[in-house]
Nanobody, 115 residues
Framework: QVDIVESGGGLVQPGGSLRLACKAS????????TGWYRQVPGKQRVLVAV???????NYPDSLQGRFIVSRDNAQDTEYLQMSSLKPEDTAVYSC?????????WGQGTQVTVSS
């Protein structure tokens, strides 16, 4: 069992920035894939970013340039840096790590963009 702990969510004004963290309880050096999703109540979960192995992250065109994923293997943590935030970015953001066929999810963190 691997525990994934997310942090960094909160309230931010439009145009602001926020960095989410997703920390695993085991080494992520050999992780197969990582990803971030967001979900608004009553709507389907939407992909925010996905990274396979040591490759570069992939983002939906709509988020390209505003959302950036980075990884700190020494801290077993992946980060999602979000900038130029808009009210429509408000959602619960969840991350996952995958090792082979085993997928572990974080608990989700609320991001609210509002003035």
């Amino acid at each position: 069992q691997v525990d994934i702990v997310e942090s960094g969510g909160g309230l931010v004004q439009p145009g602001g920035s926020l960095r989410l963290a997703c920390k695993a309880s085991r080494s992520i050096f050999d992780v197969s894939a990582t990803g971030w999703y967001r979900q608004v109540p009553g709507k389907q979960r939407v992909l925010v970013a996905v990274t396979t192995g040591i490759g570069a992250p992939n983002y939906p065109d709509s988020l390209q340039g505003r959302f950036i994923v980075s990884r700190d293997n020494a801290q077993d943590t992946e980060y999602l840096q979000m900038s130029s935030l808009k009210p429509e970015d408000t959602a619960v953001y969840s991350c996952y790590f995958r090792w082979g066929s085993e997928v572990y999810w974080g608990q989700g963190t609320q991001v609210t963009v509002s003035s």
